[in-house]
């Protein structure tokens, strides 16, 4: 077997803008698999799993039984796809707000969430009251959520501003790897057991902007302009006590 082929080159046919929603969530996904390993045959959510790629990627990759949960992407839409992956037996569809997820309590063994925890989980107690509960004790929770290395300042802040022009508001769901680890903060019932800057940034971002999407090519242009140097990929693993 030829070391040098990486488990994610595989996965090439998926890098499109057909799949990809941001920033290639399955690199992201295949470097915290390979800093935190999930057992086979594990139950494992994943949240905000949009068009399918991560949902593909971790019942192939760490043959686990996945309950692929979305809000925008609809439940028939993704079981259409599972279908067609070959999938539809170890991938389950569900269309679910993660605001009022609608599991049994203490049911997974993990919950992984690639490039969306942003979007809903950035206020106090979120973690602790939404997610939490529907860990097994001993659990774990997987987080890659975009973010900040150091927040830009004067006219690269307007420029940052500029790029969310559509939402301004959603500035505010991109912070620094501080910031997470101090909103989570501590618990008796949990501990926070990695963060860390995801060493795949540049990979993720790159087939993003190749990947001919829209949004792909307006993102390209603000790297171009430095915006980059701003943002990181920021790594969580928590753990259920
Ligand atoms: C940028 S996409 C990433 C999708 C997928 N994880 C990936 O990386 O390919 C973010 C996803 O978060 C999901 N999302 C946003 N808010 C959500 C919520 N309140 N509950 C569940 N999913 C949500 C959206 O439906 C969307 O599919």
Known sequence: MNKNIRRIDNYKEYFTKEYLMGPNSLRLLDEMLAKYPLKEGSRVMDLGCGAGITSLFLAKEAAVNVFATDLWISATQNART?????????????????????????????????????????????????????????????????????????????????????????????????????????????????????????????????????????????FDKGMGKYLSFIGLVIRRL
């Open 82 to 222: 599972f279908e067609k992956w070959g999938i539809a037996d170890s991938v389950i569809p569900i269309h679910a707000d993660a605001n009022d997820l609608p599991y049994a309590t203490e049911y997974f063994d993990a919950i992984v969430s690639i490039d969306a925890y942003h979007y809903f989980a950035n206020k106090k107690g979120y973690m602790q009251e939404k997610i939490l509960p529907y860990l097994k004790k001993g659990g774990s929770l997987i987080i890659a959520v975009p973010g900040l290395k150091e927040a830009p300042k004067g006219e690269d802040y307007e420029m940052m501003m500029e790029w969310f022009e559509d939402d301004k508001e959603a500035y505010n769901e991109f912070q620094t790897r501080e910031w997470w680890v101090n909103l989570i903060g501590k618990g008796d019932d949990f501990e926070v057991v990695m963060d860390f800057d995801l060493d795949c940034f540049d990979e993720a971002w790159d087939d993003w902007f190749k990947s001919g999407h829209e949004y792909g090519i307006k993102d390209k242009g603000y």
